[in-house]
Each structure stands twice: as C-alpha cells, then as structure tokens.
C-alpha cells in the first residue's frame, strides 16, 4: 500500500486545517487507518483511528473534540480534519494502515504502511 499525505501548512492558533492521506496498491477498505504525529525532539505519538468501515473511531486525549478522522472508501482516501488548533499541534503528521487489533491501535509498530508526512505549524 502506498501512502501519500497532504494538507499541512502554516495556520493561526484557532484556526483550522484537512488533511489527507490518498492510498493505492492494495484494497484500501482491508485496513484500519490512523494518523500519528512527531514533533522535533519527541516520538511518533497517536492522533486518531478509523476502522474500515468508518464507524467506529478514535482519538488521543490531547485531539478529542478538536479533530475528526473520516474515511472515503470510494476514494481511497482518509482524512483529518483539525480545529481550534493550537501552537502545541505543530508536528509533522503522518498516516498509516494496517490490519490493527483495537488493543495496538495506538502503537506505531502495529501499522505496516506509513505517509511521508505532512508539516503542520501552529503559530500563536
């Protein structure tokens, strides 16, 4: 599966942004998705989850009621969208899919396929 991401950019504190994740090679409604994000000095921490069939999700404490994860199967394409940002969301924000179990949903080393990465910078 090949994973490609867009959509980050520079944005005001409060503002909002989308990003997506477009997929190719393989079935893209087998996997479960998630966006992770890294910021310089820390490790890749979870963002948010969508099953395949985009009913049942889930997000970090940090995102929660700010961030909503959606999936196109038809399209291939999952997104993130971000509200009410803040300067403490800059990161570069990734995607990846796997055929995760609810319990690893929120580990890295669970996902097989990853984006290269989209900057997001919050400025206050």
């Known amino acids: 599966v090949q994973l490609q991401a867009s959509g980050g950019g520079l944005v005001q504190a409060g503002g909002s942004l989308t990003l997506s994740c477009a997929t190719a090679?393989?079935?893209?409604?087998?996997?479960?998705m998630a966006w992770f994000r890294q910021a310089p000095g820390k490790e890749r921490e979870f963002v948010a989850w969508?099953?395949?069939?985009?009913?049942?999700?889930d997000y970090s404490d940090s995102v929660k009621g700010r961030f909503t994860i959606s999936r196109n199967n038809a399209k291939n394409t999952v997104y993130l969208k971000m509200n009410s940002l803040k300067p403490e969301d800059t990161a570069v924000y990734y995607c990846?899919?796997?055929?995760?179990?609810?319990?690893?949903?929120?580990?890295?080393?669970?996902?097989?396929?990853w984006g290269q990465g989209t900057q997001v910078t919050v400025s206050s």
């Open positions: 090679g393989r079935t893209f409604s087998d996997y479960k």
């Open positions: 969508i099953a395949w069939s985009g009913t049942t999700t």
């Open positions: 990846a899919a796997g055929r995760t179990i609810w319990s690893s949903r929120g580990q890295p080393d669970a996902y097989n396929y």
